[in-house]
């Protein structure tokens, strides 16, 4: 009893929510959409303030009697990322393609055959243990054979062309650099979400600050969708589940 009356007052809930927004979608019929107002974001109740990872304090003060700074490693300022929390560009120009086909073939056959013409004389007595007349030289006569044959072909064809600004995270003994950015889109309750991350050489690092993914060791790539498209595009939760647990 106690747990219908619980789903009862989840079911009622998420009914006064859907309801609460289909009035007011139903209020805003023949209205052009309203603009946001300018306001200071980090007055809002929702707002979180951004915690990201940032290196260590340097000391930046010039040396007695020198223009050279501390964290300076060239004369010239050099503006590509070098440090945790600087931000690199990630240019990302994936054209793949890709063609496979296999095929194979297996047949196999076999044959057995044993006769008895003669054990003593005995033989002519075998009809008396089975019960049908027994010729002695045709006891057993097995044959037995199996066909398989299968194909497959695989045709992938991909391209992705996007460029995503990524941050610093970490700097490894060794140097190298762990990256990661994402980023999020919202159009039309439709969100495109692009994340990447992974492990890069200061050297492959371009004077513009930029890197191809190519470039990029461990390289996580994830370039997707979340909304009311990519759901539709889904099959629906009870077909997945039938086709998980059926068997045939």
């Not at 809930?13 to 289909?22: F, I, V, Y």
């Given at each position: 009893?106690?747990?219908?009356?619980?789903?009862?007052?989840?079911?009622?809930?998420?009914?006064?929510?859907?309801?609460?927004?289909?009035?007011?979608?139903?209020?805003?019929?023949?209205?052009?959409?309203?603009?946001?107002?300018?306001?200071?974001?980090?007055?809002?109740?929702?707002?979180?303030?951004?915690?990201?990872?940032?290196?260590?304090?340097?000391?930046?003060?010039?040396?007695?009697?020198?223009?050279?700074?501390?964290?300076?490693?060239?004369?010239?300022?050099?503006?590509?990322?070098?440090?945790?929390?600087?931000?690199?560009?990630?240019?990302?120009?994936?054209?793949?393609?890709?063609?496979?086909?296999?095929e194979t073939s297996r047949s196999r056959s076999s044959n057995e055959e044993a006769a008895l013409p003669?054990?003593?004389?005995?033989?002519?007595?075998?009809?008396?243990?089975?019960?049908?007349?027994?010729?002695?030289?045709?006891?057993?006569?097995?044959g037995a054979g199996s066909n398989h044959s299968g194909e497959g072909s695989v045709e992938r064809e991909?391209?992705?062309?996007?460029?995503?600004?990524?941050?610093?995270?970490?700097?490894?003994?060794?140097?190298?650099?762990?990256?990661?950015?994402?980023?999020?889109?919202?159009?039309?309750?439709?969100?495109?979400?692009?994340?990447?991350?992974?492990?890069?050489?200061?050297?492959?690092?371009?004077?513009?600050?930029?890197?191809?993914?190519?470039?990029?060791?461990?390289?996580?790539?994830?370039?997707?969708?979340?909304?009311?498209?990519?759901?539709?595009?889904?099959?629906?939760?009870?077909?997945?589940?039938?086709?998980?647990?059926?068997?045939?």
């Amino acid at each position: 009893m106690n747990k219908i009356l619980k789903y009862g007052v989840i079911l009622l809930a998420s009914s006064t929510l859907a309801a609460c927004g289909a009035s007011e979608r139903i209020s805003n019929i023949g209205k052009a959409p309203e603009m946001t107002k300018i306001s200071n974001p980090t007055t809002q109740r929702e707002y979180q303030p951004v915690s990201l990872p940032m290196p260590s304090p340097k000391n930046t003060m010039p040396q007695k009697n020198s223009l050279w700074a501390a964290d300076r490693t060239t004369f010239f300022k050099d503006q590509r990322a070098s440090d945790i929390g600087d931000i690199i560009t990630v240019v990302i120009e994936i054209d793949d393609e890709a063609e496979l086909e296999n095929e194979t073939s297996r047949s196999r056959s076999s044959n057995e055959e044993a006769a008895l013409p003669s054990a003593l004389g005995y033989e002519d007595a075998l009809d008396r243990v089975l019960p049908e007349a027994v010729d002695p030289t045709s006891l057993i006569d097995f044959g037995a054979g199996s066909n398989h044959s299968g194909e497959g072909s695989v045709e992938r064809e991909e391209e992705v062309s996007v460029q995503l600004a990524a941050i610093v995270t970490q700097i490894l003994p060794n140097g190298n650099m762990v990256i990661h950015g994402s980023q999020e889109v919202l159009v039309n309750f439709e969100k495109r979400i692009l994340q990447i991350d992974g492990v890069i050489r200061p050297e492959d690092i371009s004077v513009r600050n930029t890197i191809s993914y190519e470039q990029i060791a461990e390289a996580r790539i994830v370039y997707g969708g979340e909304g009311q498209i990519t759901d539709v595009q889904q099959p629906r939760y009870g077909q997945q589940l039938y086709d998980v647990i059926f068997p045939f």
